[in-house]
């Protein structure tokens, strides 16, 4: 008995070590860390100490990562949290029109019913047991399965950003979460106001590089920092918009907004378009050769590397805009130029301009190790959930497409693993 008890131990040894298993638990905790509209060569371009210090001891991204379509604010953070494409998660934009609840939604809207297309990844890490923390995450506040986060808290720009981070790393030290997403307003806020590569934008990476340090001294000083995986993301990039008449694309001069259509939800970069039905096409013969910096789509025609048709909160009617230029629904007035934003995003997801960065160090992670192409932002969520050891749902990301760039083990060879699989039945059979 005890000669057989030895032999087993042997073989789960040997199953382990040339199957390349941790037969240990493989849960590490996760921080997930958005700066939103933070752009991917903001890198190089301004001194960020703190980053350059996760990129030494870490992975990054130096071509950044290519986020969905349209590169807005809360449909890219719940792509993030979802490993969804937008048409897939349905949140398609900030402002979207539902046909079926015949209702417009904004990035204040809570219910439910607007977000349940996806599962995110702090309602997966929930239903399998894993405590989690929500800071100020695009749609973490909204209850999906009857569940929410341990610990959540709605949006106020008002907090600062250290009560935020001594918040979140509470939660990881004392409160034993093993998932806590963080999320700064910095520096999409001066990124609009001021313009990308602007004077302000310098500053405000300078801020944000300040308190990505704080993170990493409140880490430490909770002996996190070598413990927790920690991932910098964003949601998309900025770019700058002329403002002058010749760059904005007024879609009144094209089309009578009265009698042609119901409703346009969403306009800048992207313009969602609803004609009043039997307008749909002479609105799109109207509007698809009236500008020459704006692409005009049907909804069935819009290429499918957008992954951005197959939802019914899209509208029948695209129109998408160079960049630099701006899609506006009437004339503007002098006083609208004045209050305008000179920083932009939401355009094409292929342009430089709206790539995000992304960099992550910990227990999982290569150090010093540089990625030279480009993934998408899909990716992040499978790999989430393979840091916590948990099924994740179903999703449009592939774990395979990261793993051997981001994980220090590699995937077990075929051949190892069926003799892995030999040496189970060996073990259980014997």
């Keep these: 008995m005890l000669l057989r008890s030895t032999i087993k131990l042997i073989l789960v040894f040997g199953i382990c070590t040339l199957g390349g298993l941790d037969c240990a638990s493989t849960r590490h905790k996760v921080l997930l860390v958005?700066?939103?509209?933070?752009?991917?060569?903001?890198l190089g371009k301004y001194a960020t100490p703190s980053f350059d210090f996760v990129a030494r001891t870490g992975v990054r991204a130096q071509l950044g990562v290519r986020?969905?379509?349209?590169?807005?604010?809360?449909?890219?953070?719940?792509?993030?949290?979802?490993?969804?494409?937008?048409?897939?998660?349905?949140?398609?934009?900030?402002?979207?029109?539902?046909?079926?609840?015949?209702?417009?939604?904004?990035?204040?809207?809570?219910?439910?019913?607007?977000?349940?297309?996806?599962?995110?990844?702090?309602?997966?890490?929930?239903?399998?047991?894993?405590?989690?923390?929500?800071?100020?995450?695009?749609?973490?506040?909204?209850?999906?399965?009857?569940?929410?986060?341990?610990?959540?808290?709605?949006?106020?720009?008002?907090?600062?950003f250290k009560t935020r981070v001594d918040t979140a790393i509470d939660w990881l030290s004392k409160e034993n979460a093993e998932l806590v997403l963080l999320y700064f307003q910095e520096p999409d806020s001066a990124g609009h106001k001021y313009g990308a590569f602007s004077s302000g934008v310098e500053k405000a990476v300078r801020v944000v590089d300040d308190t990505l340090g704080y993170i990493l001294e409140k880490l430490n000083k909770t002996n996190l920092l070598e413990k927790v995986n920690l991932i910098l993301v964003s949601d998309h990039g900025m770019t700058n918009i002329t403002l002058d008449p010749s760059h904005i694309i007024v879609l009144n001069e094209y089309i009578n907004l009265e009698a042609d259509v119901q409703i346009i939800p969403d306009f800048g970069a992207v313009a969602a378009i609803m004609p009043i039905k039997g307008r749909e096409a002479s609105v799109y013969d109207s509007l698809k050769n009236a500008h020459p910096n704006m692409t005009v789509y049907r909804k069935q025609d819009i290429p499918d590397r957008f992954h951005y048709k197959n939802h019914r909160r899209i509208m029948p009617i695209i129109a998408i805009a160079d960049e630099g230029y701006f899609i506006v629904t009437r004339t503007p007035t002098p006083d609208d130029f004045a209050k305008s934003a000179i920083g932009q995003h939401g355009y094409d997801n292929r342009l430089r301009s709206m790539r995000p960065l992304f960099l992550a160090r910990g227990p999982s992670f290569k150090k010093n190790f540089t990625i030279t192409s480009i993934f998408e932002t899909v990716n992040i969520y499978p790999m989430i959930c393979h840091l916590l050891d948990i099924r994740p749902a179903p999703n449009n990301g592939s774990l395979e497409n990261v793993q051997n760039a981001f994980y220090n083990s590699a995937p077990a060879?075929?051949?190892?693993?069926?003799f892995t699989i030999v040496l189970c039945y060996v073990v259980f059979c014997f």
């Design 34 to 42: 958005s700066f939103d509209g933070f752009r991917y060569d903001y």
């Design 67 to 160: 986020t969905a379509f349209v590169t807005k604010t809360f449909p890219d953070h719940y792509t993030i949290a979802t490993g969804l494409y937008e048409e897939s998660h349905g949140i398609v934009s900030n402002s979207m029109y539902d046909p079926l609840f015949n209702e417009t939604f904004n990035i204040r809207n809570t219910e439910s019913k607007w977000w349940d297309d996806g599962e995110p990844i702090w309602t997966t890490a929930k239903l399998q047991g894993v405590k989690v923390g929500t800071y100020f995450w695009p749609g973490s506040d909204v209850q999906l399965k009857s569940i929410l986060p341990d610990f959540s808290l709605v949006y106020n720009k008002s907090i600062s």
């Design 413 to 418: 060879s075929l051949s190892t693993l069926s």
